[in-house]
């Protein structure tokens, strides 16, 4: 069975498949993985070692990364700045593709969201567009030192729904908050 980087990529985004993500960073290269995050600007993501790799993690190599920066790469593939405007479309569409996670299910259900999850034993993050119509948004949280990842779930899901009510306000309201009734 042969597969294209567009099917790799999309298990890997759609379903964490973390042999798709080990693909994917044997094709690349770990080094150039971290050149290019470096090159748009993100300072302390760092992929330090591949998917599975229980060893290298109890040697302190985790993949790390920070909301802030999450964020800023979400929005550079919203805007298409510093990356490929196909290469931010096709990403984008591929996020888009309905997959649960706690962002996601604070929306209303009729919502565009272009997603990705990710979860360790302790961790928890989900990070996200979340596109209201005439306003869209980027929320990333991640979540450390649970005990039990449906609290991390469901704390994600409640900053999603209080965000979302907050910005459809927003977008519904004039600049000093007043919001016209139809």
Same mark, same amino acid.
């Given at each position: 069975?042969?597969?294209?980087? @567009?099917?790799?990529?999309?298990?890997?985004?759609?379903?964490? !498949?973390?042999?798709?993500?080990?693909?994917?960073? !044997?094709?690349?290269?770990?080094?150039?993985?971290?050149?290019?995050?470096?090159?748009?600007?993100?300072?302390?993501?760092?992929?330090?070692? @591949?998917?599975?790799?229980?060893?290298?993690?109890?040697?302190?190599?985790?993949?790390?990364?920070?909301?802030?920066?999450?964020?800023?790469?979400?929005?550079?593939?919203?805007?298409?700045?510093?990356?490929?405007?196909?290469?931010?479309?096709?990403?984008?569409?591929?996020?888009?593709?309905?997959?649960?996670?706690?962002?996601?299910?604070?929306?209303?259900?009729?919502?565009?969201?272009?997603?990705?999850?990710?979860?360790? &034993?302790?961790?928890?993050?989900?990070?996200?567009?979340?596109?209201? &119509?005439?306003?869209?948004?980027?929320?990333?949280?991640?979540?450390?030192?649970? @005990?039990?990842?449906?609290?991390?779930?469901?704390?994600?899901?409640?900053?999603?729904?209080?965000?979302?009510?907050?910005?459809?306000?927003?977008? @519904?309201?004039?600049?000093?908050?007043?919001?016209?009734?139809?």
């Amino acid at each position: 069975m042969n597969c294209s980087l @567009k099917d790799i990529t999309s298990l890997m985004i759609l379903v964490s !498949d973390n042999v798709a993500t080990n693909i994917l960073i !044997d094709l690349v290269g770990m080094e150039n993985v971290n050149k290019t995050v470096q090159a748009l600007g993100l300072k302390a993501t760092r992929l330090a070692r @591949k998917m599975i790799d229980e060893d290298a993690a109890r040697k302190g190599r985790e993949n790390v990364s920070t909301p802030r920066e999450m964020m800023s790469l979400l929005t550079m593939l919203h805007t298409s700045s510093g990356i490929d405007k196909d290469v931010s479309a096709q990403t984008l569409d591929i996020l888009k593709m309905y997959k649960e996670g706690p962002v996601r299910t604070g929306a209303p259900p009729e919502t565009v969201v272009a997603n990705k999850t990710g979860g360790l &034993p302790g961790v928890i993050a989900d990070c996200a567009i979340v596109y209201l &119509p005439d306003r869209p948004y980027v929320l990333c949280a991640m979540t450390t030192f649970l @005990k039990d990842p449906l609290v991390g779930h469901e704390s994600i899901r409640n900053v999603s729904r209080i965000i979302y009510d907050y910005m459809w306000r927003i977008s @519904k309201s004039t600049p000093l908050g007043r919001r016209f009734v139809p």
